[in-house]
């Protein structure tokens, strides 16, 4: 066994690795998982074009380690590309704790005691161990994302400029900050997150050559702050428009290409000279930064693979001002940073005649400002939302304990009750993490004050810094810890950093016994990184989830041939991207996000190019009239608006007759193959077809004119559906998918047929109805791998999409209990729960009650009051929930209504009406609760509705005492069973 520090030190750095190798190996997911994760493995897999400002350097890395797979296993080895990178991280924070370490205690480790080497090793450990299984950073190390990647930068570049710090006096010690610049450069392509940590290099160069004095302090900082800027944006995002800008500068004699080779040499001699004239500072920052613009040359692969149109090419950036565009992220719009406009609780609204400095409520969104308004200010917004709600709370998440899954969860630490204590993700550390984390931090500070300071700046710049910079509405679509990985990784070095002070307690106080060093050692390893990984490992296994391209793969099946589906948004988007470009699924159908369907590039991939087996979508536009969408937002001609009233498409019978005897061949859109009438499902002769499709759209309200009448427009999305449903004539299926919101179907629903997870558009009214034979071979050709599994864990998201395919068989089974074939209906329910068991997936009370009543309704009755019981618990707590939410705003109203009653004529018109407005806001969200609540009781008449059924008179007004007691008289609620049945019928229907 190896004594010296160097063996031992490698031996522990690679026990770190190992082990969190092994743990994200165990839960590793086995294909692609949803969000941004499916579009980097389809992208990385074929080298295509993933939404801005894209991830180059990452997609040449999954293409490595995808292209010797197969594209079985492509999204397999792309995850355990994060699986690798993180490991590394990990192995890097034990050898950065023990370099911090050394840098107090002394380099030569060797002659150290041997209680200072346990709490060396240990502290390294312990820091390492707490943060590979922190959940953040878990999450994010087992799926095809670029945040573990480019953690795995920040660490490489705090290791080696400690590195640096170290060998600092060495001949060529500037070797180490060179290979900084070039990484800076490579993880441009990765994420630019990594370049924050740019401040934590600029203070340990700063503390390692000069004394600490405030002026040279200030000085070192502006010159690090200017480096930033020269680098993001100067560099990254000014560069390249300086060079499309180069022919007109040259009178279009010389293009972008020139510029950059004028540009790189021109570095390139500077390099030259000042070697040559021994100018090293010089040639060092020179040096430097054309190693930044070597690994930032990584970016050219957008510009070159958007050239040759692949399947996905997100923002089109095949020329100069697109390519910047998309650089700058322009798709998405820019948040004011320092000064802009914002909500005003005076006026209630936008205040853009009054720009403030530092804007935090800037949406322009109705529900965005109606939760601005309850906040007294930008920096009661920033302070209690941006900060508390959506940075600490996610902090104490991963080092002091987390009550659920659930969207909006808070933090608990294990010391109160909890609501979700059956939540897979409910992680209770008592905070010991966190007191371990700040006892590193004073200790750190007392030790070391310098390099301590570079840690919280390290801490801040990748978490508060981030707050500021995003400057994030409410309602976000998903939880964004995994933004701030890089402050917990900042945290968990004290949290070593705090074993290692342990240790010297001991020593101090128990005058270096061995043995007590190691047993208190092993007691923090016990209640720190086990502790943490054995509550967070359930809610981070994965390693059974199919969920993803399952979901794909069953709604690309829902449709006929050469199909043309529009999807909503990333969830029912990326993973079909994924199956079709990856696994070759389904590649004759073609999908339409209709939120890209809003912008010109994407109408005119659309519109323009064959995607596979796909045929480009009928929009009979020019590309010029394509770039003139946008004019109509102007609201300048009359044009511009949309008048609501019936819109009427004919269905040309003689046409589609025509066109499937094969008599057409100049339709511009078909498919190179034309499938016969049957196998396009039309599900009734062509002669039975309607005449017209005809239907009413409102359009969306924009306000109204002088004279008070209503204005409406449309999105481009809708004027894209609609150019596409006249010029497609009924010959290729339209598809809407089951997740799109109702506004976006256009109110198309009496032409909607359910065919499993998408909704048809047929040319004749339906109702909404659903051919029970088309809808259940569709079901019957889904793939729902592992959802039975009780070992699987899934999340909120997924177990919402679980209801969503309930509701599709509970559909089944309704259609046939209304052709009065109960047995075929039941076998639907009991298909349902064979495939989506409610005991592995948890059900929203919804779902689990319409099972119930359905089977009620087939006389079922012990499997109808299994799930009646199974349903109460999440109701009982939602609906208690929701009964203190309302309890609380009818306080804050009063409160507020009290106050202007005792101020008077004193308050100022100002003052009150900010009262006003915030008393509306609150009334709004009252008549919001109380609707919530009308609708939770509801489900509560179910259950008592089934007692009833089953002559449990006892148990059903047991139910309405229930409730009774709960709102405290508050909602009425039926007691007999005649009442009871009248309520349901009225809700529910028979």
Known sequence: MPTDHKSINKIFAALAFLTALVLYLLTLPPTASFWDCSERIACSFGLQIPHPPGTPFYLLLGRIFSMFAGAGSAAYMINLMSALASATTIMLLYLI??????????????????????????????????????????????????????????????????????????????????????LFGLAFGVHLLSLLAIFFVGLIIYFRKYEFEPRSFVIASGITIAIFFLIYPLTIIQLPALAGTFSNITGGMLGPLAFLIFFVGLISYGIYYTHKKNHRTANIILLGYLLILIGYSSYSMIYIRSQVNPGIDQNSPDNVDAFISYLKREQYGQQPLFRGASYSNEIGSIDRENPKVFPRRHSPDQRHQEKYSQYSSDLDFFLSYQVNHMYLRYFAWNFIGRDSDIQDAAWISGFSSSDYSDNPANNTFFYLPFLLGLLGMLYHFRKDWKRATGVLVLFLATGLAIVAYLNQTPFQPRERDYSYTGSFFAFSIWIGLGATGLIELVKHFAKGNKALAYGSLAVTFLAVPVLVGSQTYSNNDRSLRYVAPDYAYNLLNSTAPYSILFTNGDNDTFPLWYLQEVEGIRTDVRVVNLSLLNTEWYIKQMKNLWNHDSPPIPIDLTDSEVDRLNDKFEFRRPDDFHEPGDITIPVDKDFLRRFYAGEIDDFAWAPEEIPDEEEMGFGVPIDDLDDEVTWHFEGTFLGRDREGNELHYTRIQDDMVLEILKNNRWVRPVYFSTTVAREAQMNLQDYFRLEGKAFRVMPYKTGNTLDPEIHAERLHSFRLREINNERAYFDQNIRRMMDNYRTIINRQARTYMDMGDNESAEYWLQWGEEHIPFHTIEGDPTSILNYAYRYAQLDNNERALELAEMAKPDLDRTFSRNLRKLDRIESDVDRLEDRMDRRGGSMSSSRRQELQNRISTLNREREQLVRELSYESSRYMIIQRLYFMNDMEQEAVAVADHIAELSQDRLPFPRSRDENRQRVRRIFGD
């Open 97 to 182: 704790i023990v370099r911090f370490v050394r840098e107090f205690k002394g380099y030569d480790v060797d002659k150290y005691e041997s209680i200072d080497r346990i709490g060396l090793y240990g502290g390294g450990l312990i820091g390492a161990l707490t943060f590979a299984v922190t959940d953040s950073h878990w999450f994010t190390s087992i799926e095809a994302e670029t945040y573990a990647l480019s953690l795995t930068f920040t660490a490489l570049v705090v290791w080696l400029v400690l590195k640096w710090s170290e060998n600092h006096d060495n001949i060529r010690n500037e070797r180490w900050l060179l290979l900084i610049t070039f």
